[in-house]
Structure formats: structure tokens, C-alpha cells
């Protein structure tokens, strides 16, 4: 398969770097990490290491592919589609935190996979990534459903020893991660806190709180998530990578634009739409857009 993997970042080029060992790979990404990549290749490390050599450019317009992966932060997918509609894909798979799916559907004639992701990426420096956790990528059907074409992707993705999983409810699946992401991601990144510091603490009562108003804006949709499930979504996560420090928490930590817009802030507008309050998630998007402010990154 040939595989355009947009904004090789950590995870891109974790999961592109995987892939390349199979299929025909090219690396979307920023110098020097392109230039590096492109010169020496790259290298895996960590939970399993390779060194391998995918094609990496820095030009992000006029390629031709059978997949996109889009890996690129969410608050850059409008641009990251935008470039993808000037190249030719027969089908767009999203591995991003966040609803972003929807933005990529909207502004692309090729088909969108839905997709998650748990492996843990670091890009450590140009051309060189760890591996900091092997997890599993679940895909399918944005809408739901048996689809060939996720079988086909899901098959592709397996032959490169990627842990994969074909998925024919994403609609649970995206608003279940999202639920988690809602309470744990913007709960840690304001306390400054591991994630495992939630347990039993009032931290955690406000990350059940923001995982259940997104269950109900997710039924709201006509995706089946009780509450209950949501809570206990957080709670699993919670204990299985206690000692995690979140994205968002890095982020905040390193100075660095969060995801807030396309998790919390993806809840209150989608709430809106239904005349429906997520007070709590109103909160914390509008604590972290305030950080984001302060410290210059909006
Ligand atoms: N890093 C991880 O372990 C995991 C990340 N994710 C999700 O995956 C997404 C990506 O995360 P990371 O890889 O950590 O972020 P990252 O910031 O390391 O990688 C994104 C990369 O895209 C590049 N990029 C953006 N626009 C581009 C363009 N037009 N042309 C070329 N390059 C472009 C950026 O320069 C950056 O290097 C996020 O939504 C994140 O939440 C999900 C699971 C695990
Ligand atoms: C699951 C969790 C909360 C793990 O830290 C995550 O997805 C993140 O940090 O973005």
C-alpha cells in the first residue's frame, strides 16, 4: 500500500516508521526532522527498534496515495486538509485525539476512516522516535458498520505488526475516548498532575463530571454511551496509566498549543447545537483557552 503520512510528528512517524517496513511510505513532516530522515534514515527505539528508511518531504501538496494518515495536531487539521484535497487519495484515516474526523470529511472527496490510537510516541530528535508504549489502533467506519475498506486498511496495518483492530462501532468508540480525553486530559494539564493523582480525589469527581456531559451530548447525537460507562472509561484509564503525564499536561508543561478546541471545546459546541449546558466542560475550555491566551499561543 502506499501511505502519505500527514505531520510526522512523534506518532506519525512512530506508526509510519512501522508501517514502512511492509508498504511504501512517505513521511509528511517539518525540517530538520524531514532532512534528517530523508539522509539517514530513521530510527525506532524503544519498545521494539528498527531503522528504516521511508521517503520524508517537507512539501505537503501534489502527492498521489492509497491512504492518508492524518496525524497532525487537531487545531491544524482545516490546513492539513486543505493541503490534502491538492494531492490524490483514494481513502483519509484520522489517528488524532479529538473529533477531527468531521473536518477532514468535510473538506475531502476520498473517503474518512475513524481511528484511535494508544500507542505512546516521543520524537526524541530529527530522525529518531521511541516507542514509549505499544498499544492498539482500532479503526472503522466513521458512521459505523462493516466497511471493506477499513478491512482492507485494518489488514495492511496488521501486516506491518501494527496491534490493529477493524471496529464497526467508531461512533461508540470516538465519544467513549473523547469522554475520557474530556476528564482526564483537562483536569490533569490545569492541576499539573499525573494522571493516576485523579483517583479518589475531588480532581477526579470533575473528570467523571466532564466525561458524563459528554456521554450525554453523545446521546444527544444518537450514540449510544450511558453515563456509567463513561465514568468507568475514566476510571480504567486512570488506573491502567496512573504514572502518565497527559498530552495536554505535556503540552501545557513544554508552553505549547493544546487540543482543547477539538476535545472540550468540541463537547460545548456540539452541546450547543442541541440547546444543551456542559457546564463543566464550558470551564475547563475556557481555563485552558485563558492559559493559551496568557502565555501567547492564540
Ligand atoms: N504522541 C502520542 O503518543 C499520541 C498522539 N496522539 C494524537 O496524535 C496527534 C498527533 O500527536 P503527536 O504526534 O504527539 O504531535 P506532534 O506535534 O509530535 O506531531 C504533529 C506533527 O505534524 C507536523 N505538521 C503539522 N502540519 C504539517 C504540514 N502541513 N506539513 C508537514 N508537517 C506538519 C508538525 O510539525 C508536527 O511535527 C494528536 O492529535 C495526538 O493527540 C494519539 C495517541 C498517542
Ligand atoms: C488516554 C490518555 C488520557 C492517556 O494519558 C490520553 O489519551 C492522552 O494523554 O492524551
Known amino acids: ?13 512512530l506508526v509510519g516508521g512501522l508501517l514502512a517496513s511492509v508498504h511504501d511510505v512517505t513521511l509528511v513532516a517539518r525540517d530538520p526532522h524531514a532532512a534528517r530522515v530523508s539522509a539517514a ?33 487537531s487545531f491544524d487539521t482545516a490546513a492539513a486538509a ?34 484511535t490510537a494508544t500507542y505512546g510516541a516521543r520524537l526524541v530528535e530529527p530522525g529518531r522516535v521511541e516507542c514509549t508504549g505499544v498499544g492498539r489502533i482500532v479503526l472503522g467506519a466513521l458512521d459505523g458498520g462493516p466497511d471493506p475498506l477499513a478491512e482492507r486498511v485494518g489488514k495492511a496495518f496488521r501486516d506491518a505488526g501494527l496491534n490493529t483492530l477493524v471496529a464497526t462501532d467508531m461512533p461508540r468508540r470516538r465519544w467513549e475516548k473523547l469522554a475520557v480525553n474530556a476528564g482526564i486530559n483537562a483536569v490533569t494539564a ?82 450547543a447545537d442541541h440547546d444543551f449546558e456542559v457546564p463543566t466542560n464550558r470551564t475547563l475550555a475556557a481555563l485552558l483557552r485563558a492559559w493559551e491566551r496568557g502565555a501567547g499561543l492564540r
Not at 1 to 13: E, K, P
Not at 48 to 73: E, F, M, N, Q, R
Not at 213 to 232: F, I, Y
Request: contains cysteine.
Open 41 to 73: 534514515g530513521l530510527d525506532i527505539i524503544g519498545a521494539g527498534s528498527a531503522h528504516i528508511s521511508p521517503a520524508a518531504t517537507t512539501t505537503d501538496t501534489g502527492h498521489s496515495a492509497d491512504l492518508a494518515l492524518v496525524t497532525v495536531k
Open 82 to 115: 486543505d493541503a490534502l484535497a491538492d494531492c490524490d487519495v483514494d481513502a483519509v484515516l484520522s489517528l488524532q485525539n479529538g473529533l477531527t474526523e468531521e473536518t477532514l470529511a468535510s473538506r475531502l472527496d476520498a473517503p474518512v476512516l475513524a481511528g
Open 190 to 271: 490545569l492541576a499539573r498532575v499525573e494522571n493516576g493523582a485523579l483517583a479518589g480525589d475531588d480532581a477526579g469527581e470533575l473528570a467523571h463530571r466532564a466525561a458524563r456531559e459528554t456521554a450525554r451530548v453523545a446521546r444527544l447525537e444518537r450514540v449510544s454511551l450511558p453515563n456509567r460507562v463513561a465514568r468507568e472509561a475514566v476510571d480504567r484509564v486512570v488506573e491502567k496509566t496512573a504514572a502518565n503525564r497527559s498530552s495536554m499536561l505535556q503540552d501545557v508543561a513544554a508552553e505549547k498549543r493544546t487540543e482543547v478546541d477539538a476535545i472540550n471545546g468540541a463537547v460545548v459546541d456540539i452541546a
Open 1 to 13: 500500500m502506499r501511505i502519505l503520512v500527514f505531520g510526522a510528528g512523534s506518532l506519525g512517524t
